[in-house]
């Protein structure tokens, strides 16, 4: 059974094109750069355009990623490490949003003292 991280940003402002191609930017950079052997699946972003009139007016991103259900706790964690440090990136470039951040059962919530997305405790 795999595992899938959500992420879900909203705001009023709709996205702009120069964020929406510096968010396609860092996804790109961070599932070529993948340091844990073959992918299991890449940072996906879902195209809000293909399902118009169903998504929420002001969701100006959102997608999910599963994670690989075959491999030990610390591998499972480092990859999970690694595509909320690719979340936090984008994050940076919508810094008016408000996120929605979530592993199935865990949220997660921003830190601004961390500058990054913790679990929700």
């Not at 094109?17 to 950079?29: F, M, P, R, T």
């Amino acid at each position: 059974m795999s595992v899938s991280l959500y992420y879900t940003a909203r705001r009023r402002q709709p996205i702009s094109l120069q964020e929406k191609n510096s968010c396609d930017e860092i996804v790109a950079s961070y599932d070529k750069q993948y340091p844990f052997g073959e992918m299991y699946e890449g940072f996906c972003i879902y195209d809000l355009k293909a399902s118009a009139g169903t998504e929420e007016e002001d969701v100006i991103l959102d997608g999910a990623t599963k994670l690989p259900p075959d491999v030990d706790d610390e591998t499972f964690f480092d990859i999970l490490g690694y595509w909320l440090e690719c979340l936090e990136e984008i994050a940076g470039v919508l810094t008016d949003a408000k996120w929605t951040v979530h592993l199935d059962d865990m949220d997660f919530k921003w830190s601004e003292e961390k500058h990054g997305f913790v679990p929700d405790v």
